[in-house]
C-alpha cells in the first residue's frame, strides 16, 4: 500500500482530521520539533484550510500529549526533559510488563500470527537492517500497541493507549536511533513473543520489563555521554553558560540520521 502524501493540501469534508493526521506525523517525524512554536497561520496556509479545522486538530494533539499550551506562547510542540521522560519510563515498564503478562494467558493464536508477521516484516525493513532506526506505524501497526490490546484489561488500554501510547511512540522511535538499538530492540521483541506463545505469564512480564529496562539504559548513556561533551568542550562565555543552565536537558536532542526529506523521528 504506498504511503500517504503529506505535502499535498487537504481537500475533504473532514479537514479537522485530515489536519491531525498531518501534524502528528509532522510530530513523529521530526518534522516539527520538541519546542517549536505552532503557528496558526504559517500552518494553515501550508495545509491551504482555514484556522477552524487547524484548531480542532490542535486541541486533539493537545489532548494526545504531543502538543502543550504555554502561556503567552499558544501550542508548542512537547518536550521533556530527562527526568521527566526517566519518569515516563518507570511507569511504563510497570504498565507494559502487567498489559504483558495479561496477554499471555489472553492472547488469541491469530493474534500471536500476526505479531509473528510483524516481526518478520520489522526483520526486513531497511532502517532497521542499516541500524537507522526502529520506526513503527501508529495503532495495530505498532507491536506494543497490539499487546496492550490483547491484555484485555480495559482501564490497563485507556491509560497506556488513550493517555499515554503517542508520547510513548514518540520517544520510543527518537530512542531507537542510538547506534546498536534497533538491532537489540528487534531481539528483545522476539522474546517477548517467545514468552507469549509458550503463554508464561511469569517470562512475559520479564522480557517485556527487560526491553523497557533496556530502552531507559540506552537514555541513561546518552545523557551521559552529553555530560561528558559538555565536560570536555571549551570554556563559554558567562552569558552563554547561563542560558545553558536555563535550557534543561532535553531527551529529543539526539544525533538522527535523515529519514526522507523530513527529520528523523
Known amino acids: 500500500m504506498a504511503n500517504p502524501d503529506y505535502t499535498q493540501p487537504l481537500i475533504s469534508a473532514n479537514l479537522s482530521s485530515m489536519a491531525f493526521e498531518r501534524l502528528e506525523h509532522a510530530i513523529m517525524s521530526g518534522e516539527l520539533k520538541p519546542g517549536e512554536r505552532l503557528s496558526e497561520t504559517t500552518l494553515a496556509k501550508r495545509f491551504g484550510i482555514s484556522r477552524g479545522p487547524l484548531r480542532e486538530a490542535i486541541g486533539r494533539l493537545e489532548g494526545r500529549n504531543l502538543v502543550e499550551r504555554v502561556a503567552n506562547q499558544g501550542a508548542r510542540v512537547i518536550s521533556l526533559r530527562n527526568d521527566e ?4 519510563l518507570v511507569i511504563r515498564e510497570s504498565l507494559e510488563g502487567m498489559a504483558c503478562r495479561l496477554a499471555a494467558t489472553r492472547i488469541k493464536p491469530s493474534e500471536l500470527k500476526k505479531l509473528q508477521k510483524m516481526l518478520d516484516q520489522h526483520a526486513r525493513d531497511e532502517a532497521i537492517v542499516s541500524g537507522r532506526g526502529y520506526f513503527q506505524g501508529g495503532g495495530d501497526l505498532d507491536f506494543h500497541y497490539r499487546i496492550v490490546r490483547a491484555s484485555g484489561n480495559s482501564r490497563l488500554v485507556q491509560m497506556l493507549d488513550e493517555e499515554l501510547y503517542s508520547l510513548l511512540r514518540l520517544y520510543r522511535q527518537r530512542l531507537s536511533t542510538r ?12 522474546r517477548v513473543l517467545a514468552a507469549l506463545e509458550a503463554r508464561d505469564p ?7 520489563r527487560a526491553h523497557i529496562q533496556s530502552s531507559r539504559a540506552s537514555l541513561e548513556h546518552h545523557m551521559a555521554d552529553q555530560i561528558a561533551a559538555e565536560q570536555a568542550a571549551p570554556p563559554t562565555s558567562p552569558e552563554a553558560r547561563w542560558a545553558e543552565i536555563r535550557a534543561p536537558r532535553a531527551w529529543w536532542a539526539l544525533d538522527r540520521p535523515a529519514l526522507g526529506c523530513a527529520r528523523p523521528g
Do not use: K, N, V
Open 179 to 190: 547506534p546498536g538499538r534497533p538491532a537489540q530492540a528487534l531481539e528483545e521483541h522476539r
Open 202 to 208: 511469569d517470562a512475559a512480564e520479564a522480557a517485556m
Open 85 to 88: 521522560l526517566i519518569d515516563l
